[in-house]
């Protein structure tokens, strides 16, 4: 574990993987010291935001080994099943380039347990861990300048839904019509950090 000061009101903490990362949110989250502000894990990132006024920085520093040191698996997870119509503008591209047919980069991608690993690029944008290493492909050389809302994505290691319209460089292998991010929700964003999703193909 490194821990890196950012600022005069955040650590950020290096662990292990997202998953760890993780588990540390929830471990801090279960008894947090009061001035925590927010708990916002990356892929092996955990970054601690917290109020100097209440919370100094060096006692939060001491702390973090007893959170380290009760990593225990949270109790519940919530787990998404997301339709996906299979007809994506790089399907057949992702065909080419992995040596499969449309059919079994389907059945693979849609066989596969994903969790998030974490939000980012956009409000909302789920990374997920999880891809077959079969569909591991590269993004895009020139990024489209507008992927519509829905669009289910790869790019190297990792599936990805857009949940707006945005420029972007992963390759799209189909459309959702699920909402993944509304701002008038009392949680904006469906997918949460540690959560599980899994797609199913729909005509």
Not at 62 to 81: G, I, K, N, W, Y
Not at 141 to 146: F, G, L, N, T, Y
Not at 154 to 178: C, M, N
């Amino acid at each position: 574990m490194n821990i890196r000061y950012v600022g005069d009101s955040a650590l950020l903490v290096e662990v292990q993987d997202f998953r760890a990362a993780q588990r540390l949110r929830e471990s801090i989250g279960r008894q947090p010291p009061n001035g925590i502000r927010e708990l916002l894990p990356g892929y092996d990132t955990l970054l601690v935001e917290f109020d100097p006024l209440q919370l100094d920085a060096a006692e939060l520093l001491q702390r973090l080994p007893e959170f380290m040191q009760d990593l225990r698996s949270a109790a519940a997870v919530h787990t998404h099943e997301i339709e996906v119509r299979y007809q994506g503008e790089d399907l057949e591209d992702v065909a080419r380039l992995t040596g499969l047919d449309r059919a079994e980069v389907i059945r693979r991608h849609s066989a596969a347990n994903y969790t998030v690993a974490f939000l980012g690029f956009a409000p909302g944008f789920p990374y997920l861990a999880g891809l077959d290493a079969r569909l591991r492909v590269p993004r895009l050389q020139s990024p489209r300048a507008r992927v519509p809302a829905g669009a289910v994505a790869i790019a190297d290691e990792f599936s990805g839904i857009y949940p707006q319209a945005t420029p972007g460089g992963w390759r799209i292998l189909g459309h959702t019509k699920v909402v993944l991010f509304d701002a008038a929700r009392a949680s904006p964003a469906l997918c949460m950090p540690g959560d599980h999703v899994c797609f199913r193909p729909v005509s």
